[in-house]
């Protein structure tokens, strides 16, 4: 019993001793500097609406991609400082349900246009695919214009012509056009 007070004694000593302590008052310091001073911001885009799409660009961190449902496609090359809507004058419809970039091509995005998110206030349908081959510069419409609610878009990581969609189409009622869609021709067919 005394082996086991004094071994607490010198625990507390150590554990309270002005070397350790002002260890702990420092690594409190640092761990309030890192986590305590953050604050949730919006960065932007400011105009776009609500998004249910975005997608990163592997090996490039600082570019990302943000489909809104009714303001189009925004890209960031900036890590979010700035953005700049890459769809106005290309798509014919605003809302944007998926959005993917290819692992094996930077400058092969992928869109699906239509809000797949069912709303009961509203819910924007869409026009089929969008691809861009120059990274957002340039777009066109590849097909699956009646399948209106494209909620996903996967691009085969090692070839960028394998395109998976998944459509919805017709959300209330009967579709001939909802199911999940391939294309091995980078949306030729």
């Known amino acids: 019993m005394i082996k086991n007070l004094l071994i607490a004694f010198i625990g507390f000593l150590f554990v309270f001793s002005p070397a350790n ?16 001073n953050v604050k949730w911001r919006n960065i932007g885009p400011y105009r776009g609406g609500r998004s249910v799409a975005s997608s990163g660009v592997l090996l490039h961190p600082n570019i990302f991609y943000m489909g809104s449902t009714g303001g189009g496609l925004w ?3 900036d890590y ?15 809302t944007v349900g998926s959005v993917s970039a290819s692992e094996s091509d930077p400058n092969v995005i992928v869109v699906g246009m239509g809000e797949h998110a069912a ?38 990581p090692k070839n960028s012509e394998i395109i998976y969609v998944s459509a919805q189409g017709a959300q209330y009622g ?16």
């Open 21 to 36: 302590s002002q260890k702990r008052k420092t690594k409190e310091i640092v761990e309030e500097i890192k986590y305590n």
């Open 119 to 156: 709303r009961g206030v509203m819910t924007s349908m869409g026009d089929g695919i969008y691809i861009s081959l120059d990274a957002g510069k340039t777009w066109a419409n590849r097909g699956l214009n009646i399948t209106r609610h494209i909620s996903d878009v996967i691009i085969h």
């Open 75 to 77: 890209k960031t090359e």
């Open 174 to 189: 009967k579709s001939k056009e909802r199911g999940v869609y391939k294309t091995i021709d980078g949306g030729k067919t």
């Open 80 to 94: 979010g400082a700035n953005w700049n809507n890459t769809s106005d004058g290309f798509f014919k419809t605003g």
